[in-house]
């Protein structure tokens, strides 16, 4: 195919490709029973040829997932080789050594068929809302500890289920429903791909999608390694810190570009934790391996071909390439660390192109009590995100899930869905980083029970100490906030017993500043002011812009027209600051 097939035709081939995976991702969407899927979309899907190279993945996903998977779908292949394999069957596994590197991800495998011949596999991965164990921490000690451990095996034998594994899975896991509703939600959009893959084969006449594969997978290689060309050789280092467990964790990452390739190697970082933060290797390469992608040439297809130029090595034992059995069931606390730090480094080879510190990672909490008419217990995960850094050219997002890419869970859905309630959620005024450019804001959440029966909360969330840093002379984004309604503060990756009458703030953080914060438009200032996102001290604190505020220091509503810029004052007050 390759000598033969011209640019119109493969751009027509690959878009249906993009086209069939878009479809697997919204059957598993519309049919999940889980939150976490349908609103949040902590999911991957994609395709993959007969040796398990991944050629495309759908729109959304996370790279933890879609990374991830694109590794973990080789040690599928070498469980069930094709000569193991029927017609109707269905692979699973949530091992984290295997693929995304905690036991609540559970990546579903199809085989497709075209009569006695596989022709390519469908995969997707979904964060499942329970699997037994703890509830989802970071508390545990062993990997035992965090739930039910399903090695590759069969999901659906011959197009049957395997009852005898979905009786194992229920009987092990907390939601019973959605849990086996998630798993048959991802044998069923992968069907779906399957079937579409199929009609796709037929229409253009392919017997085969390898030789597709080899034509999209091969540009991607060629346009990724040209795009690493342009980064000037060394090796750039860079370190970060993350809150930890019981003591702070350090990230150091040397960056190495060679030519057309780039390694990265994390050694020097922290030894693996005794807590559940610890990260697999196969983790560890998916978030570097994206920032690469990200930072160098986002344009170019996530494939195989986009991975090959990048060598990722950590120190077995390290933090982020923990042994077994390691507790891992937070290891993304620490895994979205890493695209920050991996920017970092490049910075210096690559000025004016990337982005500040971020909030990353995204806070992860777990709720659990029961209904106040019927006693019922629920349980719900709630995804939340921070600012991210601000960028060379344009302030950071707000309330945006970088480098994960999950969604929030929208207020009405947790409140006709379960008893609680938030009491707010706004975006968090001065919490991104003063600079040319700010950064990003994060969240303010207040979350209450309706009921008089105990309740109790999981959080797993970082930056609390340790803020998104700045870039190129930005300044830090604001740290989290972990606060019950008592004043407490409590350890924020450990269960957390509630009163009925408590209420819990959740603060997010916000991202770093890019640039000297007095390179700031005063009038840009001003709008920021004027939209909540400022307040007028750190206006004149940070950079160096005097607002006066005309209304009533009572006044509740405030309108564009209640501020004025002084410019005058302005001029003064940055004089003084420099």
């Known amino acids: 195919m390759s000598k033969t097939l011209d640019s ?9 490709l993009l086209s069939v995976c878009n479809e697997q991702q919204v059957t598993l969407m519309r049919t999940a029973f889980s939150t976490i899927v349908r609103e949040s979309q902590d999911l991957a899907c994609g395709v993959f040829d007969t040796r398990g190279y991944m050629i495309a993945q759908s729109l959304t996903g996370t790279p933890g997932h879609i990374n991830a998977m694109a590794t973990g779908v080789t040690h ?8 193991a394999l029927q017609p109707g069957d269905v692979l699973l596994t949530n091992d984290p ?26 995969a997707c991965t979904c964060h499942s809302p329970d699997v037994g164990g703890r509830v989802l921490s970071a508390e545990a000690h062993e990997v035992y500890e965090e739930g039910l451990r399903v090695p590759i095996t069969k999901l659906f034998i011959g197009g049957e289920p395997n009852h005898e594994l979905i009786k194992l899975i229920r009987a092990n896991v907390r939601t019973p429903e959605e849990t086996v509703g998630d798993l048959y939600a991802q044998a069923s959009s992968n069907e779906v791909g399957g079937r579409s893959l199929l009609r796709f084969m037929d229409e253009f006449g392919l017997e085969t999608v390898d030789p597709l594969a080899d034509e999209i997978i091969t540009r991607s290689e060629r346009s990724m390694r040209q795009s690493i060309r342009a980064i000037p050789n060394g090796r750039y280092e860079h370190e970060t810190w993350s809150d930890g467990f019981e003591s702070p964790i350090y990230i150091k990452v040397a960056v190495t570009v060679r030519d057309e390739d780039i390694d990265i190697d994390f050694t020097g970082s922290s030894p693996q934790s005794e807590r559940g933060i610890n990260v697999v290797m196969n983790y560890t390469r998916a978030y570097a391996s994206f920032a690469i992608k990200a930072a160098v040439s986002p344009e170019v297809p996530h494939n195989e071909g986009a991975f090959r130029p990048v060598h990722v090595t950590a120190p077995r034992g390290s933090i982020l390439n923990c042994v077994e059995p390691a507790a891992v069931a937070s290891r993304h606390i620490i895994g979205h660390f890493l695209p920050g730090v991996i920017f970092g480094a490049l910075a210096r080879a690559m000025p004016g192109q990337l982005m500040a510190g971020g909030a990353e990672p995204v806070w992860i909490t777990i709720w659990r009590g029961q209904f106040p008419q019927t006693a019922e217990p629920f349980n719900l995960t709630i995804f939340q995100c921070g600012g991210a850094g601000a960028r060379a050219t ?6 945006t899930g970088f480098p994960s890419g999950v969604g929030g869970v929208p207020a009405e859905v947790i409140e006709s869905l379960t008893p609680l309630v938030l009491h707010r959620r706004e975006l968090r005024t001065d919490s991104g980083g003063a600079g040319r450019y700010r950064g ?14 105990p309740w109790s909360l999981s959080a797993m969330v970082d930056r609390i100490q340790y803020p998104g840093a700045g870039l190129a002379g930005g300044l830090p984004g604001a740290c989290g906030e972990f606060i019950v309604s008592d004043g407490r503060r409590p350890q924020p990756k450990a269960l957390l017993a509630l009163q009925a009458d408590e209420r819990v703030q959740l603060n ?9 914060p007095f390179g700031r438009d005063p009038q840009t200032v001003l709008n920021d002011v004027v939209y909540g996102y400022l307040s007028l001290e750190a206006a004149a604190r940070d950079h160096g812009v005097v607002i006066r505020f005309l209304g009533r220091p009572d006044q509740m509503v405030r309108l564009p027209e209640h501020y004025a810029l002084d410019l005058l004052e302005t001029e003064r007050q940055r004089a003084r600051l420099k």
């Open 8 to 16: 119109i035709a493969l751009e027509i081939l690959w878009n249906r």
């Open 76 to 83: 599928f292949l070498k469980t069930y080789p094709p000569e």
């Open 97 to 122: 050594w295997q693929t995304a590197g905690q036991v609540n991800d559970f990546t579903v495998l199809t085989p497709v068929f075209r009569g006695a011949r596989i022709v390519a596999y469908f």
């Open 394 to 399: 344009k302030d950071g997002l707000s309330a």
């Open 440 to 453: 990003g804001l994060g969240q303010w959440t207040t979350i209450g029970l309706h009921g008089h029966q």
């Open 508 to 516: 997010l953080p916000g991202g770093g500043g890019y640039g000297d």
